[in-house]
T-cell receptor, first 113, second 116 residues
Framework: GENVEQHPSTLSVQEGDSAVIKCTYSDSASNYFPWYKQELGKRPQLIIDIRSNVGEKKDQRIAVTLNKTAKHFSLHITETQPEDSAVYFCAANPLDSSYKLIFGSGTRLLVRP | GAGVSQSPSNKVTEKGKDVELRCDPISGHTALYWYRQRLGQGLEFLIYFQGNSAPDKSGLPSDRFSAERTGESVSTLTIQRTQQEDSAVYLC??????????????FGPGTRLTVT
């Protein structure tokens, strides 16, 4: 089955700097890759996603890139702000009959003011 | 509109007891998912329901875990003979799966289960 690995587990950046979180997946048939943000004590929320037919997607300060050949995808946050501090999860949807998501282990991002 | 709701928000139970966790998905969402999140860890897929199709139970960790869903509404996750390692937050999510273009999962607030 699908396996998703995420790095780093923790990331500390200065406000205004960029942050990059990377994930790799094992199932080459996976076709959908979302990123969820979970603030302390709150539920995960989708922040951006990408499908396997594109290589990059951007939404304001957030971008996701996908390399299908290497089976990895990355989240890029530019001009980080303290409110970006949270745990970020990547996920992959294996192309089977199910729409389930397999999540990475999460990255705790701390943006220092 | 109303989001995904879960009850109870917190549950403390003694080892060996059975527990039932409830999830109310967003109205009109045909797909429903259960995940487990241990403290400081990621989301572990448990089970997925899609309409009247047979559920995907591939993530259930043992036969002590089971889940049911009535049509496209409420779901209950049951854990029998609870163990301390079952302590976690159990998250439910739903999505509108009308096609492969509708993936976004909306999460509930979770039920924090503590087994003493």
């Amino acid at each position: 089955g699908e396996n998703v690995e995420q790095h780093p587990s923790t990331l500390s950046v200065q406000e205004g700097d960029s942050a990059v979180i990377k994930c790799t997946y094992s199932d080459s048939a996976s076709n959908y890759f979302p990123w969820y943000k979970q603030e302390l004590g709150k539920r995960p929320q989708l922040i951006i996603d990408i499908r396997s037919n594109v290589g990059e997607k951007k939404d304001q300060r957030i971008a996701v890139t996908l390399n299908k050949t290497a089976k990895h995808f990355s989240l890029h946050i530019t001009e980080t702000q303290p409110e970006d501090s949270a745990v970020y999860f990547c996920a992959a949807n294996p192309l089977d009959s199910s729409y389930k998501l397999i999540f990475g282990s999460g990255t705790r991002l701390l943006v220092r003011p | 509109g109303a989001g995904v709701s879960q009850s109870p928000s917190n549950k403390v139970t003694e080892k060996g007891k059975d527990v039932e966790l409830r999830c109310d998905p967003i109205s009109g969402h045909t797909a429903l998912y259960w995940y487990r999140q241990r403290l400081g860890q990621g989301l572990e897929f448990l089970i997925y329901f899609q309409g009247n199709s047979a559920p995907d139970k591939s993530g259930l960790p043992s036969d002590r875990f089971s889940a049911e869903r009535t049509g496209e509404s409420v779901s209950t996750l049951t854990i029998q003979r609870t163990q301390q390692e079952d302590s976690a937050v159990y998250l439910c999510a739903s999505s509108r799966q009308t096609s492969r273009s509708s993936y976004e999962q909306y999460f509930g607030p979770g039920t924090r289960l503590t087994v003493t």
